[in-house]
């Protein structure tokens, strides 16, 4: 029965509150939201987050063991990688990491969403490729997080 009120709060504090992190200027985010194509050779990878659930938590994102920042709600990243291979993309769950490995062409651009879920003692979080049209909607309704603060080692 002393479980029940801990669950309840932990549902509450995830669905509540709100987490923040250090913001990109304006001028950066603007300019990676008019989704100029990559640099020669490279894809273009956005990572973003618009999910209501967790909005308390913040969550580290990582490309090929490399953090690119730890997301909070409604941020976006946006990281150039190798085109022409596979790429592992990493985040924070509650016990272990959830990998997304994806093959990048080079040229192309690519919208991956980190979305939270609820768990036993903390949410965790996920990732989900998605569909271009979908992703570049979702990042233009969002600001950009700076690059390269994680909270945890990889």
């Keep these: 029965m ?7 709060l ?13 913001m990109a200027s304006k001028a950066d ?8 194509p990559p640099s020669a050779g490279k894809a273009g990878v956005y990572v973003y987050r618009d999910s209501f ?9 990582w490309i ?12 976006f990243f946006y990281a150039e990688v190798d085109g022409g291979k596979k790429h592992q ?17 080079a040229g192309k651009q690519y919208f991956i969403r980190q979305y939270i ?13 998605m569909p271009e049209a979908e992703g570049k909607a979702a990042v233009a309704k969002l ?5 390269g603060k994680c909270n945890g080692a990889r």
């Design 2 to 8: 002393k479980f029940v009120p801990v669950l309840a």
């Design 10 to 22: 932990s549902a509450a504090l995830l669905i509540s509150g709100c987490a923040s992190v250090d």
């Design 29 to 36: 985010s603007a300019q990676a939201k008019a989704f100029a």
């Design 53 to 61: 659930v967790g909005r308390a938590l913040k969550k580290d994102i």
């Design 64 to 75: 090929d063991g490399k953090c690119i920042g730890e997301s909070a709600p409604d941020v």
């Design 89 to 105: 993309l990493d985040t924070e769950s509650e016990f272990s990491p959830n990998t997304l490995e994806l093959m990048f062409d």
């Design 117 to 129: 879920k609820l768990g036993v003692f903390v949410g965790g979080a996920g990732l989900e490729q």
């Design 143 to 147: 600001e950009m997080a700076k690059p």
